[in-house]
């Protein structure tokens, strides 16, 4: 997901691979990979920072978190804004099995929708 996202967004900008890699500073092979999925995508928050100067992606905005949720994605990692949060952390279970068709117990529900009333 994350390599079809850069891979898109630099082509549509006519950045060839080697070019891209040239101006990110990385090697074309591996980069070529990470296009494909066949290897992880960066966590450094840096890498990524790069990589979207790069492509034109602006810090902060909603196609750079799109980028770094992607990254996270695909290294099977949970971001840690999500992490750092208990209350969004203990109700992961209950939306991956939502998400999967599972029906959530009441009591499930009465806690997530006590959470979202203390967003408002």
């Known amino acids: 997901m994350y390599g079809e996202y850069i891979k898109a967004i ?3 900008k ?3 691979l080697r070019e891209f890699c040239k101006l990110a500073e990385m090697d074309a092979s591996n980069w070529s ?3 494909r999925g066949l290897l992880a995508p960066p966590q450094d ?5 790069k990589i979207a100067r790069v ?3 602006k810090i902060g905005t ?4 799109e980028m770094k949720d992607l990254a996270n994605i695909d ?3 949970i971001p840690e804004d999500i992490r750092s949060d208990a209350d969004v952390l203990k109700a992961l279970p209950m939306f991956f099995r939502t998400i999967r068709s599972d029906k959530p117990t009441a009591e499930e529900l ?3 929708i006590d959470m979202i009333k203390k967003e408002d």
């Not at 928050?45 to 920072?49: A, D, G, I, P, S």
């Not at 909603?62 to 978190?65: L, M, P, Q, S």
């Open 75 to 77: 290294a099977g990692i």
């Open 55 to 57: 492509l034109g992606i």
């Open 10 to 12: 630099r082509m549509k």
């Open 62 to 65: 909603e196609a750079w978190n």
């Open 33 to 35: 990979k990470t296009e």
């Open 45 to 49: 928050e840096e890498k990524l920072k």
């Open 14 to 16: 006519e950045i060839s």
């Open 110 to 112: 009465d806690k997530l």
